[in-house]
């Protein structure tokens, strides 16, 4: 689960103009994930960032002020500490894009209130007590640059920083407060400068400590299904446009323990480009799933033995002889429990098209007969050739999809229970798998899987559609009450 504060830096950083030299060469490989956020997702990252920071911002100590002032009485020292902020409230804010690759935040007519201790010296005079501080008309304007570091990530970094007070108003208690509110006025300048001074390395301090702080637990090789990984991270730094933002990004799974296997195919150029209205939108290739495929294939993932749990009740504990009504050889093993094994034998091919994505997938459906002396003898291999077409959805919780048709042609493969029926069993395979096997596997499909979680944020309107040779999926975002 994601928190806010990571949720919105990563927004900056994955959709940010960098002006930071790129400290990682640009990967060779094609990216098979783009990523582009939009003005308005810009736009949302700077209220979702400046809410927080409003949060945040309460009970920020700045540094101690101190200094001297020429005064109708002479040169006074003066020193104010403690200084803790206590409210901030902003103006007008805006956020900007500069070639080639900065974002500008802008802020104006914020009002800041903070309280501390004053204290002065004159000659032989000196007091103290403490105060409250109002700053109106206060104006930030911040270049937040971002990047991408050796392994891959995003990385976030202030850059320049300027920063105005209109005016500042202290009131103070304690002491001789009423001889030092005579010498305020005379001190005020210098006060607000002071003070103004401290605005921006407090901003920049606390954002570039935050974002090393959510980066540092950004993760872009992503754990998926049991022993998989993907490779989310990014091969290319931020790509600017005049209206968007594009990440790049490497999107190939590979097994947790193979991190280097080489794939006998390589991903191809993505040519749709992502169009939307949305704050975000994301382009997957074929060779994501291409690599899931084959991953899961070569780690035997798809070399499956089935067992009582996956079957109806109806079909548990089979035994040869309800084999051996249509396979006489099975006669010869009256009595005795069979075991089923699938092997999926050629990596699963995938093929996206408007509306639609393919697969088709080759296996050897293999039983086996339990014999007295617990040893394992193989009956009958059959071999399939199988093909699959479907389509994806999803919601703001979760994505589903559901099977349109699955077609089987099947052949023997070897067999010690005599000829195997070959042509029966693909006349029937057809009724069987529009009647049985495509409800069981929609309705399965239809439990569907959870989208990430972000702490604070919620998707708004999430769309999804598949296109020749990718998947486009865009939403919006809003904050969560």
Known sequence: MMKLELFCLLLLAWGGKSVLVMEKPESEQLPSIK??????GLNFMKDAG????????????????????STPIGNVKYSLSGLKINSFTLGTSKITTEAPKTIRLILQNAFLQLNGNWRYKYLFISDHGSFDAKANGISVN??????????GKPSVKTGSCSSNIGSISLKVHGGASWLYNLILKAMNDNIKHSVQKQICPAI?????????????KLNVKIPFLRNLVVDASLTHVPLVTSQSIQL??????????????????????????????????VVIGEFLFETLGYSLWSENALDIWITNDMLPKKYQNVTADMFAAFIAGFSKFKGRPLQFRLNVTKPPKFNIGPGVIKATVELDF??????????KLLAMNLHAVTKASGSLAVNSVKFTASVS??????????SVVGKLPVTLLNF????????????????????????????????????????QGALVGSCDWKIST
């Open 248 to 281: 790049l990004a490497q999107g190939r799974c590979f097994p947790k323990n193979n991190p280097s296997i080489k794939f006998p195919f390589s991903p191809t150029v993505i040519s749709v480009p992502p169009g939307t209205d949305q704050m975000t939108d």
């Open 428 to 467: 029937l395979l057809p009724g069987a798998l529009r009647s049985y096997v495509i409800p069981a596997v929609n309705k399965k499909l239809q439990e569907g899987y959870p989208l990430p979680t972000i702490t604070g944020v919620s998707y708004m309107t999430p769309k999804l559609q598949l296109v």
């Open 405 to 414: 048709s699955i077609s089987a042609t099947v052949s023997g493969k070897s």
């Open 366 to 375: 293999l039983t086996y007969v339990l014999l007295k002396n617990k040893t």
């Open 204 to 216: 920049t301090k606390a954002i570039n400590n935050q974002a090393e702080k959510a980066l540092s």
């Open 50 to 69: 400046l809410a927080l920071a409003m949060k945040q911002v309460k009970g920020i100590t700045l540094p101690d002020v101190s200094g001297k002032s």
């Open 35 to 40: 990523l582009k956020v939009t003005d308005k």
């Open 142 to 151: 911040l270049a937040i640059s971002v990047g991408m570091d050796g392994l």
